[in-house]
């Protein structure tokens, strides 16, 4: 097969250069281009431009794997370098050329390479979509969804735009049904994304990726698990609330990882009661992470058996104290918020936005340099490799009337698709987990607005993978 492709591309830049004399040298050339073209690429990284040069040893480092790469910058989308550009804004445009890698080279994984750039505007080095689902909260009227990048074709082989009514708003579901329906959600490339806000960023997260594939596999360290975990809803608050939440289902998960050494931080055990037993136990070294509890882009805790008491688990303050050089594990944190990943300590200079704002601002936990996940993920010489947590707020069978689960599930599956169905690609788990949950919670569009519907909806498409698509976890023999 492949010669015969071979074949017919040198025939068909010999007949392209054949308007004068052809130039052996030249048609060879292009040839060896055109064949790279058409049989396509593995992993799509997409970039500014500023951050092109740090990723040329990650294109090397994956191609040693047998990844087929290519690195494409905005400008080169914009400016219709591959594919001719088209969308409304540059999120759609991003996901048209998403759309074009996966029709013409077979793409599988995407890697979006930025976050937000320093400063008091908004502004971005990649873009992101907002997503504008109301739970009828009043927390929050968006949030952000990389998962529509990745969710390019709906059920019958059309572009899965999310604005279906086409407003220019994205996902809505706010009245009686949802706006914006059926989005199909199914996720047809696996998307990650390093939400680097400066080139430094990104240098630590290629080094800390291309160490970890090439050292993890074999080692003790890796085949260990920690959970940490405690009562996350206490049953004095209400009397449904029985048992300990994060505990169960972080032996949900402990149950469908055979094979690893399991270090649990409970709180009912007294093994956790504090920052400084989730920072000693990381710093030992571990393949995996599982938190499970209560989140907010800084911070993560939990409760005591029975008890409104918060034990904290880690703030990003604290992360300076990780110090788990080279073991970097894969940590999956079940909470609100963790990943936020447009918060900003800018935020604390609002004041001019009004008094109420700012406090806002404050009290939310959006005044920091970087979200709780993309800070353990490019902490130099220690935190995770990846993390994969919430942009917004998580819901659980207590939210959703003992009806179904939500991220209790998204999290628990997260170690079934590893341990139990031997997914060993980072971004396949995150695909697959999604596409379970949506089979076993199957979306009715026509539900209101807080149904549980809505909650399933925006349970997948908040689920944000910070880290490399492609990872191999375990590293590579
Ligand atoms: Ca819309
Ligand atoms: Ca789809
Ligand atoms: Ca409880």
Redesign the pocket.
């Known amino acids: 097969m492949k010669s015969i492709v071979y074949a017919v591309f040198v025939i068909f830049v010999l007949s392209s250069t054949m308007t004068g004399f052809v130039n052996n040298e030249v048609a060879t050339i292009e040839t060896k281009e055109s064949i790279t073209t058409y049989e396509g690429y593995d992993l799509l990284i997409l970039t500014p431009q500023q951050f092109y040069d740090a990723l040329i040893p990650f294109k090397e480092h994956k191609e040693n794997h047998g990844i087929r790469t290519i690195i494409v910058t905005l400008d080169e989308i914009y400016n219709s370098k591959y594919f001719p550009c088209q969308g409304r804004d540059d999120a759609e445009k991003v996901k048209y050329f998403i759309k074009n890698a996966y029709d013409e080279w077979h793409i599988k994984y995407v890697l979006l390479v930025g976050g937000r750039k320093p400063g008091l505007k908004e502004e971005w080095w990649m873009p992101v979509r907002y997503v504008y689902l109301d739970d009828g909260s009043n927390w929050e009227r968006r949030y952000l969804s990389d998962l529509y990048f990745a969710d390019i074709y709906d059920k019958n082989g059309n572009f899965s735009s999310w604005d279906n009514n086409g407003n220019g708003i994205y996902g809505e579901w706010k009245g009686n049904k949802a706006e914006d329906a059926p989005i199909d959600l199914v996720p047809d490339v696996y998307v990650g994304r390093w939400a680097a806000r400066s080139l430094h960023e990104v240098e630590i997260v290629v080094a800390k990726t291309i160490e970890y594939e090439n050292n993890a596999y074999g080692k003790e360290w890796f085949k260990k698990m920690i959970t940490i975990a405690g ?5 004095c608050l209400n009397s449904s ?5 994060g505990e169960e289902n972080a032996q949900r998960a402990i149950n469908w990882m055979p094979g690893f050494t399991h270090i649990k931080l409970w709180t009912s055990l007294g093994t956790f009661t504090g920052p400084e037993d989730v920072i000693n136990a990381i710093n030992e070294g571990a393949g995996f992470v599982f938190f499970d509890g209560h989140g907010s882009p800084m911070s993560w805790a939990t409760h005591p058996p ?1 008890s409104t008491e918060w034990v904290d688990g880690l703030t990003v303050w604290q992360m300076r104290y990780l110090k788990n050089d080279g073991m970097y594990p894969v940590v999956v944190v079940g909470g609100c918020h963790n990943s936020q990943f447009n918060i900003s300590v800018f935020n604390l200079l609002k004041i001019y936005e009004g008094f109420n704002k700012w406090i806002e601002y404050i009290w939310k936990g959006e005044t920091a340099p970087a979200c709780w996940s993309w800070w353990m993920t490019k902490k130099m010489d220690g935190g995770s490799v990846a993390t994969l947590g919430y942009s917004g707020l998580g819901y659980t069978k207590e939210d959703k009337n003992f009806e179904g689960e939500a991220t209790e599930w998204v999290d628990s599956h997260f170690f079934w698709e590893y341990g139990m169905n031997h997914t060993e690609i980072l971004g396949e788990i995150w695909g697959n987990v999604i596409k379970n949950y949506l089979k076993t919670y199957p979306i009715d569009w026509n539900a209101p607005a807080g149904s549980n519907s809505a909650l399933d909806a925006k349970t997948v498409q908040e689920w944000i993978l910070l880290g490399d698509p492609s990872l191999k976890i375990g590293g590579y023999p």
Request: avoid cysteine; glycine fraction near 10%; aromatic fraction near 28%.
């Open positions: 009562d996350t809803y206490p049953e609330w029985k048992g300990y939440e029975n």
